[in-house]
């Protein structure tokens, strides 16, 4: 369980820095963005929620497809196209709404 906190973080990281290069116009931005989205979509995938609960098997799908979204804004930045940065604020409106509505764990 540590290890996949640890690849969820690195792949945080990885997408923020991908996300400020690709910004500043720099070449190698979409590499650093893909690599952080693949990580944590390959997270998504590998380590499901198991839970019987609607709304967390819900959420944790919002969750998997903002990820893929991710995965296309760093095909997008690649292509020098636009569209990237829509498609990276709407995944991290998804994710932002998942995490404040994913319920406490106890």
Same mark, same amino acid.
């Given at each position: ?9 690195? %792949?945080?990281?990885?997408?923020l820095? %991908?996300?400020?290069?690709g910004i500043s ?6 590499y650093?963005? %893909?690599?952080g ?7 998504r ?7 019987d ?9 919002l ?8 995965v296309?804004a760093?095909?997008y930045?690649y292509q020098?196209n636009?569209v990237w940065?829509l498609l ?19």
């Amino acid at each position: 369980m540590k290890t996949k906190n640890t690849l969820y973080y690195i %792949g945080a990281i990885l997408v923020l820095i %991908g996300t400020i290069l690709g910004i500043s116009n720099t070449n190698f931005a979409c590499y650093v963005l %893909g690599v952080g989205a693949l990580v944590l979509l390959v997270l998504r995938f590998v380590y499901p929620v198991r839970s019987d609960n609607f709304r967390i098997r819900r959420l944790e799908r919002l969750r998997f497809f903002a990820s893929l979204l991710m995965v296309f804004a760093a095909y997008y930045l690649y292509q020098e196209n636009n569209v990237w940065v829509l498609l990276l604020l709407i995944a991290s409106v998804f994710e932002a709404v998942a995490a404040f509505r994913m319920p406490k764990s106890e």
